[in-house]
C-alpha cells in the first residue's frame, strides 16, 4: 500500500526554523518527483515546492522562494522541507503528495499524506 | 501567481448536474491542457478526480468529467450524490514552471 507520513510540524516563532520530514513506503521512492503542498486554516491548497527524482531540481512558489529548501534521500525514502525566516503566513497544514508518474509537468498528485501542522505565532 | 477563480459555493439536489468553473489565464489553463482538480472531505487529505484537462484515474466514477475553454476549467459531477458533498479545488500547470490551485468551491447536496 502507498503511504507517505509526514511529520515534524511545531509552533515556532517567527523568523525561526523548522524541518519537515515525509516518509514514503508502498512504492519505488527514487523513480518519482515528490511535492509539498500546504493549507492553512479554513482557507484553500497552496503549491509550495517539487522535487525531481535525483533531487537535482527543485521549484518552488514565489511565497517561499529563498526561505524554504526541499531535499530528499532517496536510500531512506526520506522527503525534507527545511524552513528558515518562517512567517505567521506559513502557518498551515503541510501536505507530502506522490507526483503522478505520467504527469508531464509534474502538476498532478496522486498519494497524499494526511499533513503535519505548522504554527508560527509568537 | 494568482490563485485560480472558483466559485465559493455550488448546490445541487441528488441526481442534478452541477458545474464548478476555475478561470485563469493564458499562463496558465489557457496556455496548456494541465488542469487537474481534486475532492477534499473536511479533514482528510485531498484526493485527485480529474487530471489533463478530461482524464479521471482509475476508480473515478465516470460521473466526474472534466472540460476547458479558453481560460477556464469545468468540472462537472452528474447524477449528484450526498457523498459528492465535499470541497474542490481546480489546479493548473504554469509558463513559470509552477503549480497553481484554485481557491477551492464547497459543494452543497441539497
Known amino acids: 500500500e502507498v503511504q507517505v507520513l509526514e511529520s515534524g510540524g511545531d509552533l515556532v516563532q517567527p523568523g525561526g526554523s523548522l524541518r519537515l520530514s515525509c516518509a514514503a513506503s508502498?512504492?519505488?521512492?527514487?523513480?518519482?518527483?515528490m511535492t509539498w503542498v500546504r493549507q492553512a486554516p479554513g482557507k484553500g491548497l497552496e503549491w509550495v515546492s517539487t522535487i525531481t527524482t535525483s533531487g537535482d531540481t527543485t521549484s518552488y512558489a514565489d511565497s517561499v522562494k529563498g526561505r524554504f529548501t526541499m531535499s530528499r534521500d532517496n536510500s531512506k525514502n526520506t522527503l525534507l522541507l527545511h524552513m528558515n525566516n518562517l512567517r505567521v503566513e506559513d502557518t498551515a497544514l503541510y501536505y507530502c503528495?506522490?507526483?503522478?508518474?505520467?504527469?508531464?509537468?509534474?502538476?498532478?498528485?496522486?498519494?497524499w499524506g494526511q499533513g503535519t501542522l505548522v504554527t508560527v505565532s509568537s | 501567481q494568482s490563485a485560480l477563480t472558483q466559485p465559493a459555493s455550488v448546490s445541487g439536489s441528488p441526481g442534478q448536474s452541477i458545474t464548478i468553473s476555475c478561470t485563469g489565464t493564458s499562463s496558465d489553463i489557457g496556455g496548456y491542457n494541465y488542469v487537474s482538480w481534486y475532492q477534499q472531505y473536511p479533514g482528510e487529505a485531498p484526493k485527485l478526480m480529474i487530471f489533463?484537462?478530461?482524464q479521471r484515474p482509475s476508480g473515478i466514477s465516470n460521473r466526474f468529467s472534466g472540460s476547458k475553454s479558453g481560460n477556464t476549467a469545468s468540472l462537472t459531477i452528474s447524477g449528484l450524490q450526498a457523498e459528492d458533498e465535499a470541497d474542490y479545488y481546480c489546479?493548473?500547470?504554469?509558463?513559470?514552471?509552477?503549480?497553481?490551485f484554485g481557491g477551492g468551491t464547497k459543494l452543497t447536496v441539497l
Open positions: 508502498g512504492f519505488t521512492f527514487s523513480i518519482y518527483d
Open positions: 489533463d484537462v478530461r
Open positions: 503528495a506522490r507526483v503522478h508518474l505520467a504527469a508531464l509537468r509534474n502538476d498532478y498528485f496522486d498519494y
Open positions: 489546479s493548473s500547470y504554469t509558463s513559470s514552471n509552477t503549480v497553481v
